[in-house]
């Protein structure tokens, strides 16, 4: 292993040098060294002796070396000898008391053991134990306690229970509580007709990271909302039990954002997004398509503001096809840049521009292809609010434009706003059914519609009404106009 290395590892030496058992390497201390590290005392200089304690002395031109005896470790040593032990009057006191039990020929005896006292431990904490004399133990007093006192039960009326609140309407669970103080639960939606479709309604197999990233990090549902003043927001977007079932992503997104600055000037934008069925990347187009919306329309939040309080709808539609395009536009250059066809993030999209200043009732919609905007007032369903030529009938229709080659938008302005208006913008996941099924719109109607506003958690039970054979993705974004 060459000139450095021997048979038991690297040589610790350079190859010129050797260490004998009187001289110490540059990395090692001497005997002597130690033992003035240890106690403290200062290492003499080149040219003086060490205080108190002289030492050998090196050998001069004349003068022969003296041979110290070998030891095998340093000599401790005080660091004044003239100052006794500190320990000394401890030990002292050990030897007494260990002296004074042998010349009586008595065991050591422990304060509170021996005839005449109880087998247990005096109760309350035992004090620390101290070397030297025992302590004499106080006399006995005389002090008898008193019987302790026992106070007399004093009955008190218990109030009768109250009675239990009514079932709220629209909850799936009728049957009683299991035991008192039972958690209460939604239990599985409802359904229309005698018996639920075939799917479970809840999660099932889910996409793989290896295949795409993208798709299996998309969950499953989400839920989210807003509240500004009178304004209430409830939105929710739910996998298809289709979807759910052969392992795809959720293809539909929502957006609940804030736009422009703060002020009389700010916008709610309440968007949803529709990935198409037959585009494979169509789930991170519908994201895509609600991001860059969002993005595009803030740039011009103010100038949308001032259309939608004049009720300019020239102005406003042209702002929101300015900026449909250039969502269109990033879109498909989102999609090259992965190296993915433009037609893989088709997707539709929907969306409401609405002014927080409460004095502005009028709403601004705009739309890319199919889905959803019905109005529930007064308990009567409107479904045709921004779709005049939908019939109603409930029927699927795959044909329908989509982002990014279709870049033109519909844009309208909705008539103002009345106090409990409840304004829906949903895919036609739920608007399909919305329009073919009357006891869906029954159920929702019951539960949107009595003024207020439900949780989130109650949001998100109530859309996932079924309806047998509509199985797709159902995403929904609705506002509550409160009643003064």
Same mark, same amino acid.
Request: proline share 14%.
């Given at each position: 292993?060459?000139?450095?290395?021997?048979?038991?590892?690297?040589?610790?030496?350079?190859?010129?040098?050797?260490?004998?058992?009187?001289?110490?390497?540059?990395?090692?201390?001497?005997?002597?060294?130690?033992?003035?590290?240890?106690?403290?005392?200062?290492?003499?200089?080149?040219?003086?002796?060490?205080?108190?304690?002289?030492?050998?002395?090196?050998?001069?031109?004349?003068?022969?070396?003296?041979?110290?005896?070998?030891?095998?470790?340093?000599?401790?040593?005080?660091?004044?000898?003239?100052?006794?032990?500190?320990?000394?009057?401890?030990?002292?006191?050990?030897?007494?008391?260990?002296?004074?039990?042998?010349?009586?020929?008595?065991?050591?005896?422990?304060?509170?053991?021996?005839?005449?006292?109880?087998?247990?431990?005096?109760?309350?904490?035992?004090?620390?134990?101290?070397?030297?004399?025992?302590?004499?133990?106080?006399?006995?007093?005389?002090?008898?306690?008193?019987?302790?006192?026992?106070?007399?039960?004093?009955?008190?009326?218990?109030?009768?229970?109250?009675?239990?609140?009514?079932?709220?309407?629209?909850?799936?669970?009728?049957?009683?509580?299991?035991?008192?103080?039972?958690?209460?639960?939604?239990?599985?939606?409802?359904?229309?007709?005698?018996?639920?479709?075939?799917?479970?309604?809840?999660?099932?197999?889910?996409?793989?990271?290896?295949?795409?990233?993208?798709?299996?990090?998309?969950?499953?549902?989400?839920?989210?909302?807003?509240?500004?003043?009178?304004?209430?927001?409830?939105?929710?977007?739910?996998?298809?039990?289709?979807?759910?079932?052969?392992?795809?992503?959720?293809?539909?997104?929502?957006?609940?954002?804030?736009?422009?600055?703060?002020?009389?000037?700010?916008?709610?934008?309440?968007?949803?997004?529709?990935?198409?069925?037959?585009?494979?990347?169509?789930?991170?187009?519908?994201?895509?398509?609600?991001?860059?919306?969002?993005?595009?329309?803030?740039?011009?939040?103010?100038?949308?503001?001032?259309?939608?309080?004049?009720?300019?709808?020239?102005?406003?539609?042209?702002?929101?096809?300015?900026?449909?395009?250039?969502?269109?536009?990033?879109?498909?250059?989102?999609?090259?840049?992965?190296?993915?066809?433009?037609?893989?993030?088709?997707?539709?999209?929907?969306? /409401?521009?609405? @002014? !927080?200043?409460?004095?502005?009732?009028? #709403?601004? $919609? +705009?739309?890319? *292809?199919? &889905?959803?905007? =019905?109005?529930?007032?007064?308990?009567?369903?409107?479904?045709?609010?921004?779709?005049?030529?939908?019939?109603?009938?409930?029927?699927?229709?795959?044909?329908?434009?989509?982002?990014?080659?279709?870049?033109?938008?519909?844009?309208?302005?909705?008539?103002?706003?009345?106090?409990?208006?409840?304004?829906?913008?949903?895919?036609?996941? /739920?608007?399909? @059914? !919305?329009?073919?099924?009357?006891?869906? #719109?029954? $159920? +929702?109607?019951? *539960?949107? &519609?009595?003024? =207020?506003?439900?949780?989130?958690?109650?949001?998100?039970?109530?859309?996932?009404?079924?309806?047998?054979?509509?199985?797709?993705?159902?995403?929904?974004?609705?506002?509550?106009?409160?009643?003064?």
């Amino acid at each position: 292993m060459g000139n450095d290395m021997n048979a038991a590892g690297p040589s610790r030496t350079g190859p010129h040098q050797t260490t004998t058992p009187h001289q110490a390497t540059p990395h090692q201390a001497t005997p002597h060294q130690a033992a003035t590290h240890r106690t403290g005392l200062r290492e003499p200089g080149p040219h003086e002796s060490a205080p108190h304690e002289p030492g050998p002395r090196e050998p001069g031109p004349h003068r022969p070396a003296a041979v110290e005896p070998d030891r095998s470790g340093p000599e401790l040593r005080w660091p004044d000898a003239q100052q006794p032990d500190p320990l000394e009057a401890t030990w002292q006191s050990v030897d007494q008391v260990f002296n004074d039990q042998s010349e009586s020929d008595a065991p050591f005896a422990v304060p509170g053991t021996g005839p005449g006292t109880s087998a247990n431990p005096p109760a309350g904490p035992v004090p620390p134990y101290a070397y030297g004399p025992t302590p004499q133990s106080p006399p006995p007093s005389t002090y008898e306690p008193t019987p302790p006192y026992v106070p007399v039960p004093v009955p008190v009326p218990v109030p009768a229970p109250a009675p239990a609140p009514a079932p709220t309407a629209g909850y799936a669970s009728e049957e009683p509580a299991a035991g008192a103080g039972a958690v209460r639960t939604l239990g599985a939606p409802p359904h229309s007709g005698p018996k639920p479709p075939l799917y479970a309604p809840e999660p099932r197999e889910l996409p793989s990271v290896r295949e795409d990233p993208t798709a299996a990090l998309t969950p499953d549902m989400v839920v989210d909302g807003a509240g500004y003043g009178a304004l209430t927001v409830r939105a929710a977007s739910v996998r298809g039990d289709s979807h759910r079932y052969q392992g795809e992503p959720r293809q539909d997104s929502l957006a609940v954002v804030r736009l422009g600055a703060d002020g009389p000037d700010g916008l709610l934008l309440l968007a949803v997004a529709d990935g198409v069925g037959s585009a494979a990347r169509s789930h991170v187009g519908s994201q895509e398509a609600c991001r860059l919306a969002a993005m595009e329309l803030d740039a011009v939040s103010a100038d949308l503001a001032e259309t939608v309080r004049t009720g300019d709808r020239p102005g406003f539609a042209a702002l929101v096809d300015t900026a449909v395009g250039r969502v269109a536009t990033l879109l498909a250059h989102r999609a090259r840049e992965h190296g993915d066809d433009p037609a893989a993030y088709a997707t539709t999209l929907r969306a /409401l521009l609405v @002014p !927080l200043d409460p004095r502005v009732r009028t #709403r601004g $919609f +705009l739309a890319v *292809g199919d &889905g959803g905007t =019905a109005l529930l007032r007064g308990g009567e369903w409107n479904l045709t609010l921004t779709d005049p030529e939908h019939d109603g009938d409930g029927m699927i229709d795959t044909r329908t434009a989509a982002l990014p080659h279709g870049h033109r938008a519909r844009a309208l302005l909705l008539a103002p706003a009345l106090p409990g208006d409840v304004l829906v913008l949903c895919t036609d996941g /739920l608007s399909t @059914p !919305l329009a073919g099924d009357a006891e869906m #719109r029954e $159920f +929702l109607g019951s *539960g949107w &519609g009595r003024g =207020a506003a439900p949780s989130p958690a109650d949001f998100l039970w109530q859309l996932q009404y079924r309806v047998k054979s509509y199985d797709d993705d159902r995403t929904a974004v609705v506002l509550w106009e409160a009643v003064p």
